[in-house]
Structure formats: structure tokens, C-alpha cells
């Protein structure tokens, strides 16, 4: 379980992120290494921020899947952007992607590899079904 506590406050222009976070009842932490916006054969999809956010976050929850975890469960993000001016734009795409509460997120501007505008990392919580 997550929430961010009744008394958390940030600044007006803040995305969509948590400032805290309360993480409880569960078993496991699952983490993910950067994703980026290549296919399983290594090709780069999409050219704009919007295109490289979707298949980015579709790669995040394909790895976070196999792990039994799915975005509700996030509650790290780690991104990494070519241009921190396309920051709005990649925005609009996470915030329909990422349920709420958002996870706690940091933002940093960075060389990427191959032509990639993000890259993402994240952090999830695993509640096991089965009792110990």
C-alpha cells in the first residue's frame, strides 16, 4: 500500500508526482534498470518525446509484469531526459499512463545513448499472495 500523508504539501507547479510517500504491507521490492524506447530487436521507436515516453513506459510495464508488479505498485520513478524542455510534453503522456497516488519521481537533464529523448527507471513494492 501507498499513500502520501494527509499533511504533504509541494509547490503549485509540481507535475504529476508525490512529494512523500508512506510505503507499507508488502513482501518485496521489485526494481527495474533504465528503459528506453527500442523494440525487443534493438530498434529505436519513435521519433518525438510523446512516442519515446509510450514505448518506454510500455517496456517499464513489461519488466515490472514479470516481476507479478504492475504501475499501481510504483512508487519510485527515476527519469532521465536528452531536453528538460520537452518536460510538459513527456508530462501529458506519464500522467495518463501512471495511476495515482503518483509515485515519489526525480527529473534530470543527461546525455542518453542512441538517440534516446528518456529513459526510466522505476521502484515497486510486491505484496505475495501466499502467506509465510
Known sequence: MKRVPENAIQHKTAG?????????DFDEIVVISGQAP?????NLVG???????IKTME???????KAGVGF???????????????????NEVYKELMPTPYPARTAVGVKLLHGFKVEID???????KEEK
Open 16 to 24: 504529476p508526482y508525490s512529494p512523500v510517500l508512506l510505503v507499507s
Open 122 to 128: 522505476m521502484w515497486a513494492t510486491k505484496k505475495n
Open 59 to 65: 517496456n517499464c510495464l513489461t519488466q515490472l509484469k
Open 72 to 90: 499501481e505498485d510504483v512508487f519510485r520513478v527515476n527519469v532521465y531526459m536528452d531536453d528538460l524542455d520537452e518536460w510538459q510534453r513527456f
Open 38 to 42: 527500442l523494440d525487443l530487436d534493438g
Open 47 to 53: 521519433k518525438t518525446i510523446q512516442e519515446h515516453t
